[in-house]
Each structure stands twice: as C-alpha cells, then as structure tokens.
C-alpha cells in the first residue's frame, strides 16, 4: 500500500481493543489521523466533528444495531464505509452494502488486505485524482454526467450519489452501449480483489437505479442476464 495524504482522516468504530491498536497503528505509519470509539452513539458524534474520510464499522457494537448506523452514516455524508465484521454471512454482506456501506470484511482479516481496501475505497472517493477520459460531459436523456465537476444531473435536478455510486456510472456511462461483464465492473471500480464479489455489483446497479430512473421511464442500466449491464443502449 502506497502512502497517502496526511491529512487523511479515519474513523475506527470497533470496541475489541486489540483490533483498535492493530489498526490505528497500521494506519498512523501511513499518516493517517484516526479517531476510535467503540459506541454506536459516541461514533456518530464523532462522525458529525471529525468528518472522516473512511469509517471502518464493526456491525457488533454494544449499544447500537451496526447496520442502522451504516445508514444513518451514509444519510448524513459520502464518506467511504468499510464494515468490518465477525458476521461473515452473504446476508450479512449484502445487507450491510444495501445500507450503504462501500465495502466488507471479515474478521479476522490480515492487515494487508485491510489496507488495500482502504486504498481502493479512497481512490473510488476521490476520482479527480485519477485521469479523466476526453468526454468531460455525458448526457442521455434527461441525465447529464459532469465527469470533472463529478456532478450528476437529472431534469435539472442533482442526484446525489456517494463515491463508489459515482464510479460505477462513470464507468457504465463511459462505455455507452457496450456490455460490461460484472468481472471487469469489479476490477474497474473496486479493484482486482474483487472479481468474484458479484453481489457488489448487483446492489449497486440497484442502488443507481433507484436514483437515476423514473418509475415509468426508460431503463438507464439495462441487465443482459448472466453476462452483464449496459448503460443506455442505443
């Protein structure tokens, strides 16, 4: 894992203390700015002040049900989610992704793969990092994608998107027309990890959906069955 910003700021919501200091330390070498607490209650306030980048979330917190927290989180903020748990059920996973969380790990983890998903989640985070294709603005009907500005449109009206949201569409909008398999969306937008993970794909697509489709207007993300999506076909 590469170095990042100092000014990096992340926030542990996990009550194990061995947990606590395995990660902070891991994450202070790297510049990162971390504040802990292991409260569902405690963590929102700090999520209102510090205004993380990233949240790593345990689901099994004493006072406070972990996937009510994962929405209230992603309602207030974009900031990147990745839920760090002892529940490693694919219901668990999906449900949790549905919340609004960007990513999932089970405990017990090895750091090193911790650390490469908060890189991949950050970078998803910030996409102005990355090099943008020629075509700056993307419009399909009453949508208009703003790549730079990382803006999207509908009617004239914002749709508020969160990162990963963000970078699934601009990825789908960027290859117009063209079939996509869920492999390539998951190497492209979480990273080469992430190939079998087909539930990421499918909860986000969902997810665009809802915000990017008119009950009875025309499809944005059309799914050709056991093979992939395609971002309004011609």
């Known amino acids: 894992m590469t170095a990042l910003e100092r000014r990096t700021k ?36 700090l999520f209102e ?3 993380p980048d990233i949240v ?14 994962c929405r209230e989180m992603r309602e207030r903020s974009t900031a990147s ?7 490693g059920g694919q219901s668990d996973k999906v449900a949790a992704l549905n919340y ?38 993307i419009e399909a009907g009453e949508l208009v994608i703003d790549l730079e500005l990382q803006l999207v449109t509908r009617g004239g009206e914002t749709v508020h998107l ?7 569409l601009r990825e789908l909008a960027l290859n117009r027309g063209k079939l996509l398999t869920h492999a390539q969306l998951l190497r492209r ?3 080469p990890g992430y190939a079998t993970e087909t539930e990421y794909v499918r909860v986000y697509v969902r997810r665009l959906r809802s915000k990017l489709e008119r009950k009875d207007g025309p499809a944005v993300i059309v799914t050709q069955p056991r093979a992939g999506y395609r971002f309004m076909p011609g």
């Open 162 to 168: 969160t990162p990963t949201e963000f970078a699934l």
């Open 100 to 137: 609004g969380a960007d990513d999932y790990i089970t405990k017990p983890f090895g750091i090193e793969e911790l650390l490469a998903r908060i890189t991949a989640a950050l970078r998803r985070s910030r996409p102005a990092e990355l090099a943008v294709a020629p075509a700056q603005r």
């Open 10 to 45: 992340a926030l542990l919501v996990e009550d194990d203390p061995n947990i606590v200091d395995l990660i902070r330390s891991n994450l202070a070498v790297r510049g990162f700015e971390t504040s802990s607490c292991g409260e569902g209650a405690r963590a929102l306030e």
């Open 81 to 87: 989610i990745i839920v760090v748990s002892a529940r």
């Open 49 to 51: 002040t510090e205004a």
């Open 56 to 69: 790593l979330l345990d689901l099994m917190l004493p006072d406070v049900d972990g996937f009510e927290l």
């Open 189 to 191: 937008v979480w990273g």
